[in-house]
T-cell receptor
Framework: QQQVKQSPQSLIVQKGGISIINCAYE??????FPWYQQFPGKGPALLIA?????SEKKEGRFTISFNKSAKQFSLHIMDSQPGDSATYFC???????????FGQGTRLTINP | NAGVTQTPKFRVLKTGQSMTLLCAQD?????MYWYRQDPGMGLRLIHY???????AKGEVPDGYNVSRLKKQNFLLGLESAAPSQTSVYFC??????????????FGPGTRLTVL
């Protein structure tokens, strides 16, 4: 059972455009929603994260939008750059051990 | 400061063979995790540990065992490898901050193929 569903599977955006990746979750007990960025041959690295008590968090060109009532959250990458080309994973967790449940991943390609 | 390291980077096993994957972290983190990554499925938690000498099952624990004898090391064992265990394995670690487990730092991964 996939508790976090991510879309799209792949995304191609022109340089300077906005990249948007969406995730939906089922378990209302989740209390932490991170996004991870993974380059080929590397481990995932935390990009940005949000708690459900806020609706938006922005760090540089990266923004998380969070809709608690719809059980959805999304990643927006403004002014997308070729260096942003990577696979992005949303995740959710709850509880003390913060066991992460990941979405399926989105392969993002930014065309120059 | 090497962060999270994993040994080996690549391995090919035959069905039925056993092996141990080693994860080491030098950040004095309390929590450690093992995930597997398969195409189209994201990462799935196999086992985790919230401290030296403790382990617990994650989402997909069958066929794997773990041990945390030292705080800095987390071992993942496959007693009798099966082709379904062909995957990329990632170790991660974190330390509690303000009542939650903190950011998870991932290692570079081990690519395992079981023939």
């Amino acid at each position: 059972q996939q508790q976090v569903k991510q879309s799209p599977q792949s995304l191609i955006v022109q340089k300077g455009g906005i990249s948007i990746i969406n995730c939906a979750y089922e378990n209302t007990a989740f209390d932490y929603f991170p996004w991870y960025q993974q380059f080929p041959g590397k481990g995932p690295a935390l990009l940005i994260a949000i708690r459900p008590d806020v609706s938006e968090k922005k760090e540089g060109r990266f923004t998380i939008s969070f809709n608690k009532s719809a059980k959805q959250f999304s990643l927006h990458i403004m002014d997308s750059q070729p260096g942003d080309s990577a696979t992005y994973f949303c995740a959710a967790s709850m509880g003390g051990a913060q066991k992460l449940v990941f979405g399926q991943g989105t392969r993002l390609t930014i065309n120059p | 400061n090497a962060g999270v390291t994993q040994t080996p980077k690549f391995r090919v096993l035959k069905t039925g063979q056993s092996m141990t994957l080693l994860c080491a972290q030098d950040m004095n983190h309390e929590y450690m995790y093992w995930y597997r990554q398969d195409p189209g499925m994201g990462l799935r938690l196999i086992h985790y540990s919230v401290g030296e000498g403790t382990t617990a099952k994650g989402e997909v624990p069958d066929g794997y065992n773990v041990s945390r004898l030292k705080k800095q090391n987390f071992l993942l064992g496959l007693e009798s490898a099966a082709p379904s265990q062909t995957s990329v394995y990632f170790c991660a670690s974190s330390t509690p901050k303000g009542g939650w487990a903190g950011e998870q730092f991932f290692g570079p991964g081990t690519r395992l193929t079981v023939l």
